[in-house]
């Protein structure tokens, strides 16, 4: 609608001011109805958006008066109506924003402990891995002194029987821990898991290939106890 309240200038296009209608009681047979609820005037205006009729809202025709101030309570009642809805509305996107601020902050925690127990598994696999290698590494000497004794000549099978039980013993023992010996006499030399301590020249063996291993060398897993020392051939 376009056009001015001719009492107070606010225009006829303002909705939060301006109550329109096309249907009255009293001024039938006009197209537009209109009321400005800043001053209370009442404007008719024909089919070709003429003015046709206007009047105060405190007018004497109490008929006049009476059909204002019920256009009026609507047009309140309705504002009230809009306005709750709104902050209902309001209320309702905070609730959803704060649904999704705690749901990411429960994904970041979740992700975040995920992590840490994923770490801190780790972290005890390579100190348990840690403090079995520490505790094999003493009693290595042990085992090599058994060993030895093993290959000892003695006419005391007995007493040969008895420390073969006992080496066999501590070589469960190291199994059950996952210790794994490391003899690699025939295979190609690694230096990631021996030490040379020692070159010959032999031609029936290949190129940098381990001869003889003085000691045994020991791990778990990856991580070396104690390296192997050997003889290389042909390096």
């Known amino acids: 609608m376009k056009g001015f309240c001719p009492n107070c200038n606010i225009a006829l296009g303002d909705k939060e001011n301006i109550i329109l209608t096309k249907e009255s009681k009293i001024f039938k047979g006009h197209n537009v109805y209109c009321m400005c609820k800043q001053c209370g005037y009442v404007m008719v205006y024909n089919k070709d958006r003429d003015l046709v009729f206007s009047l105060d809202r405190f007018s004497d025709d109490k008929e006049v008066v009476t059909e204002i101030s019920e256009l009026l309570n609507e047009a309140t009642n309705a504002e009230v109506e809009l306005v709750s809805k ?21 994904l970041r925690l979740m992700a975040e402990y995920d992590n840490f127990r994923k770490r801190s598994a780790k972290e005890r696999l390579e100190i348990t891995a840690m403090a079995t290698g520490n505790a094999i590494g003493e009693i290595l000497p042990v085992i090599d002194n058994f060993e030895r004794a093993l290959q000892t000549e003695t006419q005391d099978e007995s ?50 290939v381990v001869a003889q291993t003085f000691q045994k060398g020991y791990k778990i897993g990856d991580k070396v106890i104690r390296y192997a020392m050997v003889v290389v051939a042909n390096p």
């Not at 309702?92 to 902050?105: G, M, V």
């Open 86 to 106: 709104t902050e209902e509305k309001t209320e309702e996107e905070k609730l959803k924003e704060q649904l999704e601020e705690t749901k990411d902050q429960y």
């Open 159 to 208: 007493y040969k029987a008895g420390v073969q039980m006992i080496f066999n013993q501590f070589m469960e023992t190291l199994k059950k821990l996952n210790v794994e010996v490391i003899d690699p006499t025939g295979e190609t030399f690694d230096p990631n898991i021996a030490n040379a301590v020692n070159q010959i020249e032999d031609p029936e063996l290949g190129e940098n």
